[in-house]
């Protein structure tokens, strides 16, 4: 199986879970914090990347483990980002990832990790982006709207480089909105 189609079964597969832990919310309320699904443009902020379409989010945030106390209880999650259009596809555990409330229903989120894709490592081709390695570092930022304690709305971007570990190292930057729903 080539990593292209290993990339984007895992993605689908990572947002089949997060549909169905929403599902059935009673016995993965116990380590699965939150839920989030949402549309991002693909690498939108780029001169020379690969085509400009939609991409399909889903990620779920456990809850912090208790002996990470000392570190403003960080979530971890993990996630996918599904390319529509033949891009990038992504695959993130993000170990470090912390929500923190800015008052009335306003809050903001980020987080820290690693991810595994399915794009080119190297070459030089028009409008395709070059990773460089299979694994690369991944981060997100994310500002968002609590409408219930459940339901919230966020504004997100992810990024995904192998901070110049590689020899080609084009990053990949993904932008566009989540609904999150919290148990």
């Known amino acids: 199986m080539s990593i292209e189609i290993f990339g984007r079964r895992l993605s689908a597969a990572i947002l089949a879970l997060c549909l169905g832990v929403t599902a059935f919310s009673a016995p993965a309320s116990a380590i699965v914090d939150e839920v989030r699904v949402g549309v991002f443009a693909h690498d939108p902020f780029a001169r020379n990347g690969e085509s400009s379409h939609a991409d399909i989010n889903a990620e779920i945030v456990f809850e912090s483990p208790s002996f990470m106390s000392w570190a403003f209880n960080p979530r971890p999650r993990l996630g996918g980002t599904l390319s529509g259009d033949g891009g990038t596809s992504l ?34 081709a028009p409008n395709t982006r070059y990773f460089g390695c299979r694994a690369n570092f991944h981060q997100s930022a994310s500002i968002g709207y609590r409408f219930t304690p459940q339901l919230s709305l966020m504004a997100s971007v992810e990024h995904m480089s192998n901070a110049s570990l590689c020899d080609q190292n084009d990053g990949l930057t993904n932008a566009g909105v989540r609904l999150g729903y919290s148990f």
């Open 91 to 124: 695959v993130y555990l993000d170990l470090l990832g912390w929500t923190f409330d800015l008052g009335g229903n306003f809050f903001i989120d980020a987080a820290v990790g690693g991810a595994v894709h399915d794009g080119e490592l190297k070459g030089n």
